[in-house]
């Protein structure tokens, strides 16, 4: 059993950036390959960035390519997303989600436990 814990998010202007962190409790964090979706109001989950479980290889979604970073500290089981020059195209709650399998997927069933999420909002 896995149990993730958001922080990070809050209100920024256009262009800002905002870190957000996910903490994973057990000791088994490394085994987790780990990413970030989101889900905006009336619309569905959608994936934004994964990360491999040494945090070797790292995908993101092309809506947000260049612009967020995510990595990972598998000593603090943490793994964090960076989000610079934000859009308000970026507002969502966003959750940090952790699966089983040996490469990063994209799709929510593929991912066995899941954070409570963060809300991000961003304004024009």
């Known amino acids: 059993q896995v149990q993730l814990v958001e922080s990070g998010g809050g209100l920024v202007q256009a262009g800002g950036s905002l870190r957000l962190s996910c903490t994973a409790s057990g000791r088994t964090f490394s085994s987790y390959v780990m990413a970030w979706f989101r889900q905006a109001p009336g619309k569905e989950r959608e994936f934004v960035a994964g990360i491999s479980r040494s945090g070797g290889n790292t995908y993101y979604a092309d809506s947000v390519k260049g612009r967020f970073t995510i990595s990972r500290d598998n000593a603090k089981n943490t793994v964090y997303l960076q989000m610079n020059s934000l859009k308000p195209e970026d507002t969502a709650v966003y959750y940090c989600?952790?699966?089983?399998?040996?490469?990063?997927?994209?799709?929510?069933?593929?991912?066995?436990?899941w954070g409570q999420g963060t809300q991000v909002t961003v304004s024009s």
């Open positions: 989600a952790a699966s089983a399998t040996i490469v990063v997927l994209t799709t929510i069933y593929d991912y066995d436990y």
